[in-house]
Nanobody, 125 residues
Framework: QVQLVESGGELVRPGGSLRLSCAAS????????MGWFRQAPGKEREFVAA????????LYADSMKGRATISRDNAKNMLYLQMNSLKAGDTGVYSC??????????????????WGQGTQVTVSS
């Protein structure tokens, strides 16, 4: 079973940047595709980005294209999300998730078996 712990969330001004991290343990990291999701108060969970187990394929939500980069370091069992040009609408709890390795990536939450507790990102002036 994989344990996921996110970090890096904080209060940031609009237009700022933030890098989130997700540390994985308890499993073989390279056996999992990984994803980032976020949830704002009163809203449903929303897909942000995903990456295949070898990092060769990525997928982004339309709202994040050009502003976010998902990456992973398989040697360190780490997943990252670099976000730039942050907006108030990016505010939420960001969670990383792990699903079985496939040749494709998906934005469907039910594909992912393991979830972290999340880290709070607040974009406000």
């Amino acid at each position: 079973q994989v344990q996921l712990v996110e970090s890096g969330g904080e209060l940031v001004r609009p237009g700022g940047s933030l890098r989130l991290s997700c540390a994985a343990s308890g499993g073989i990291f390279t056996m999992y595709n990984m994803g980032w999701f976020r949830q704002a108060p009163g809203k449903e969970r929303e897909f942000v980005a995903a990456i295949t187990s070898n990092g060769g394929l990525t997928l982004y939500a339309d709202s994040m294209k050009g502003r976010a980069t998902i990456s992973r370091d398989n040697a360190k069992n780490m997943l990252y999300l670099q976000m730039n040009s942050l907006k108030a609408g990016d505010t939420g709890v960001y969670s990383c998730a792990a699903g079985p390795s496939r040749l494709y990536v998906t934005r469907v939450p039910t594909y992912y078996n393991y979830w972290g507790q999340g880290t709070q990102v607040t974009v406000s002036s």
